[in-house]
């Protein structure tokens, strides 16, 4: 099989994994998927990404004040995200993915305390045995570091992928950005994007086994000859 094939199979193996055994990643895995990672590229080879990854009983007590504060209401996101900014077809593929993800783990549009229960899940790392933590300096409007993490993050999901290991971005982790600080220690010029939890994904489980549509490629893509 060519070089270009393997690639090809480990992007279209990298799926969004809500769902994981909970035994860790060998520290020599962890090493090269995140040696993998470092080398994204990032405007003027700026490297702007500070991942924080946490593990073990620090996980734990992360994911117990993350409980908390969301109980609390204490929101406090470095950078704002707002679905209802969305409109027209970004709203419907919105639409389209929440429904094929509360379809798919049985959860009922209109039952809302097992779809506030599910979202929940988000803060408890949907059992991971590790979360990667994403932070970046504030640097102008943002836009160009907020780019270069985007690049590292896809890095890294692909590198965990061809390790036979799966993870998930979320932006959800982001919304609680001073809770992961206190505890953890982080310095507050250190802004949160978002996190991925990741692990060896229980690929029995529902959540893990439904996929999301995507758009062709004319739907994205223009061309000026
Ligand atoms: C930056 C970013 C943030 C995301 N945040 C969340 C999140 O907070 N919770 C979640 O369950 N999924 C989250 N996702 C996963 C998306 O829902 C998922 O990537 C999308 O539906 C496409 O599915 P796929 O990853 O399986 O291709 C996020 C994805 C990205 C790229």
Redesign the pocket.
């Known amino acids: 099989m060519s070089e270009s094939m393997l690639f090809s199979d480990v992007v279209r193996k990298r799926?969004?994994m809500?769902n994981f055994f909970p035994y860790p990643v060998k520290e020599e895995i962890l090493h090269s998927v995140l040696e993998d990672a470092q080398l994204s590229p990032s405007n003027c080879n700026t490297q702007p990404w500070q991942t924080h990854i946490v593990s073990g009983s620090k996980k734990e007590a992360l994911s117990k004040a993350l409980l908390a504060a969301d109980e609390a209401g204490q929101v406090t996101p470095d950078f704002s995200f707002s679905i209802d900014d969305f409109s027209g077809i970004y709203r419907e593929r919105y639409k389209e993915?929440g429904a094929a993800y509360y379809q798919a783990i049985g959860v009922k549009r209109d039952d809302y305390d097992l779809r506030r229960e599910a979202s929940r899940r988000?803060l408890e790392f949907f059992g991971a045995p590790h979360v990667a933590l994403l932070f970046m300096p504030e640097v102008g409007d943002n836009v160009r570091v907020a780019g270069d993490i985007g690049m590292y993050a896809q890095t890294l999901l692909l590198s965990l992928t061809a390790h036979g290991l799966g993870g998930?971005?979320?932006?959800?982790l982001g919304c609680y950005s001073d809770t992961i600080r206190e505890e953890l220690g982080i310095d507050p010029s250190l802004k949160l994007l978002?996190g991925i939890s990741f692990g060896y994904p229980d690929m029995n489980h529902p959540a893990n086994q439904y996929r999301?549509k995507k758009a062709l490629i004319n739907e994205s893509v223009t061309f000026h000859r």
């Open positions: 799926h969004s809500r993915q988000n998930v971005p979320q932006t959800a978002f999301i």
